[in-house]
């Protein structure tokens, strides 16, 4: 079957359920556990649900992702600042993307990783995430930069979709050149 998501599109969108629903789920787990450990799990919530997503448009298995999404899981415990947990949990990214999702080129993805994690990390750092609505600005505005890494290398992407066509898809262009080439005849 023939890929048609657009990551794109759906890692806007994607970024813009998670803004949404930041406030709500921060402040909520706040009541059960402590509140910078709240906002670690509502981050890494959004790892973990944007990493499936990621296995999604590759075609990968969740299996190989689990690992890293359980590293993270336990810094989140581990750590005791939100700036260490945020680097952290970009540097998981970054490898579920590039290192597992889609690890073709890596000379260019680890540059442009490198960027993406500078100029989001630079975003949130610049939004200077004192209010939980600033919070949520900073989690969208995120997922905005990190839509920049399909723009970047989409080229790739479409190569492999033009790889993994439909093989029905196929036929039924090639019947169609049959038909056109007859009707000229």
Known sequence: MKNTSRPVRSTVIFGLICGLSFMPLAVGMS??????????????????????????WSSKSINPIIFPLLLILIALFW???I?????????????????ICFPKNM???????????????????????????????????????QALYFVIFETNLQAEEQIKRDPFEKAREQADNILSTEAHI
């Open 31 to 56: 009541h059960v556990i402590y509140w910078p450990k709240a906002l670690n799990l509502t981050l890494w919530i959004y790892v973990a649900v944007y990493g499936i997503l990621l296995t999604r």
């Open 79 to 81: 750590a005791d600042s």
């Open 83 to 99: 700036s260490l947990f945020i680097v952290l949990a970009l540097g998981i990214l970054s490898w579920i993307r590039s290192g």
């Open 107 to 145: 000379g260019k993805k680890i540059i442009g990783e490198a960027l993406l994690g500078l100029v989001a990390g630079g975003i949130v750092i610049s939004l200077t995430p004192a209010s939980i609505l600033t919070w949520a600005l900073a989690v969208w505005m995120f997922f905005l930069v």
